[in-house]
C-alpha cells in the first residue's frame, strides 16, 4: 500500500528555517508530480510548490523566493525547503503525489496524501 510520510515540522521564530522530507513506501516518485500543501484550522489545503517528473517547479506567490521544492531521483525524499520563514507560514504541511502529472497547486488531481507534519512559525 502506498504511503507517503512528512517529516520535519517544528516550531521556529520568524525568520528561521525549516527542510520538510516526505518519504514513500510502495511508490516511486519518478512517474508522479509531487507537491506540498498546507493548512489551518478551518481553512482549505492551499498549494504551497509543486514539481513535475522533470524538475520544473511552481510555488505559491506567498512563498516564491522563500520556499525550494526538490526532488533528486526516485528513490530520494521530497524535500521542501523553507527560508526566511513567516507566522503566516504557520500551519500543517502535506505532500501529495498527482497523476496524470500536471504540477497543480490545485488538490484536485492529487491522490496519495501523507499525514502531515505540523510547522509553527512565531513571531
Known amino acids: 500500500q502506498v504511503q507517503l510520510k512528512e517529516s520535519g515540522g517544528a516550531s521556529v521564530q520568524a525568520g528561521g528555517s525549516l527542510r520538510l522530507s516526505c518519504e514513500a513506501s510502495?511508490?516511486?516518485?519518478?512517474?508522479?508530480?509531487m507537491a506540498w500543501f498546507r493548512q489551518t484550522p478551518g481553512n482549505e489545503r492551499e498549494g504551497v510548490a509543486a514539481?513535475?517528473?522533470?524538475?520544473?517547479?511552481i510555488y505559491a506567490d506567498s512563498v516564491k523566493g522563500r520556499f525550494t521544492v526538490s526532488r533528486n531521483n526516485a528513490n530520494d525524499p521530497l524535500y521542501l525547503e523553507m527560508d526566511n520563514l513567516k507566522p503566516e507560514d504557520t500551519g500543517m504541511y502535506y505532500c501529495?503525489?498527482?497523476?496524470?502529472?500536471?504540477?497543480?497547486?490545485?488538490?484536485?488531481?492529487?491522490?496519495?496524501w501523507g499525514q502531515g507534519t505540523q510547522v509553527t512559525v512565531s513571531s
Open positions: 514539481i513535475d517528473s522533470d524538475g520544473t517547479t
Open positions: 501529495a503525489a498527482e497523476w496524470p502529472c500536471t504540477a497543480s497547486l490545485d488538490t484536485g488531481g492529487y491522490y496519495y
Open positions: 510502495e511508490f516511486s516518485f519518478s512517474s508522479y508530480c
